[in-house]
């Protein structure tokens, strides 16, 4: 079967520096999403990966490593507003998203 | 630019009552698709199209139907409502290439008693 592992919640502080794990085992890789949530909204698009390596964005950084099926979503100098549930999401063979349940941030000040 | 717009934002249904959940996007995105979203679980794959005029079964295809009768439309009917489709419903819409992300409604939250 298809499944996406992630951490159900975490809790950081403010300023901090937190990072998000993501390990899947799907049929087939075609690209790894992530996604914000915050509460009572709709998810809003965050990075995606297709290659190893690290992708670079303001204060978001994402990992991909595809050998391991692993992935991670990197937060620095946190603020309030970042508190929100982080969706990873995996493009399988059939061009399909695959979603994990989601990992709940607290920010903390 | 409206994006993604879910009709109704609310709304609550008696089992074994009808609806229909009206999606529109404004971005000529090819593919759209349904979601749900319960509680401790991730976003669940309803029902989703590749162009007009097509639709697929998604993860959880049982007691939804779906059509795209015109590309900017998608629309998801539960023909007799039971309270296990209590959830959250999301539509969302994508370009059509694997590297463009998903972009998403605000969501439809029902409740069937």
């Known amino acids: 079967g298809q499944n996406i592992d992630q951490p159900t919640e975490m809790t950081a502080t403010e300023g901090a520096i937190v990072q998000i794990n993501c390990t899947y085992q799907?049929?087939?890789?075609?690209?790894l999403f992530w996604y914000q949530q915050h509460a009572g909204e709709a998810p809003t698009f965050l990075s995606y990966?297709?290659l190893d390596g690290l992708e670079e964005k303001g204060r978001f950084s994402s990992f991909l490593s595809r050998s391991k099926g692993y992935s991670y979503l990197l937060l620095k100098e946190l603020q309030m507003k970042d508190s929100a549930s982080y969706l990873c999401?995996?493009?399988?063979?059939?061009?399909?998203?695959?979603w994990g349940a989601g990992t709940k941030l607290i920010i903390k000040p | 630019n409206a994006g993604v717009t879910q009709t109704p934002k609310f709304r609550v249904l008696k089992t074994g009552q009808s609806m229909t959940l009206l999606c529109a996007q404004d971005?000529?995105?090819?593919?759209m698709y349904w979601y749900r979203q319960d509680p401790g679980m991730g976003l669940r794959l309803i029902h989703y199209?590749?162009?007009?005029?097509?639709?697929a079964k998604g993860e959880v295809p049982d007691g939804y139907n779906v059509s795209r009768l015109k590309k900017q439309n998608f629309l998801l009917g539960l023909e007799s409502a039971a309270p296990s489709q209590t959830s959250v419903y999301f539509c969302?819409?994508?370009?059509?290439?694997?590297?463009?992300?998903?972009?998403f409604g605000d969501g439809t939250r029902l409740s069937i008693l």
């Open positions: 199209s590749v162009g007009e005029g097509t639709t």
């Open positions: 999401a995996v493009t399988d063979s059939n061009y399909q998203l695959i």
């Open positions: 969302a819409s994508m370009l059509g290439t694997p590297s463009q992300p998903q972009h």
């Open positions: 990966n297709v």
């Open positions: 799907t049929s087939g890789f075609n690209g």
């Open positions: 971005m000529n995105h090819e593919y």
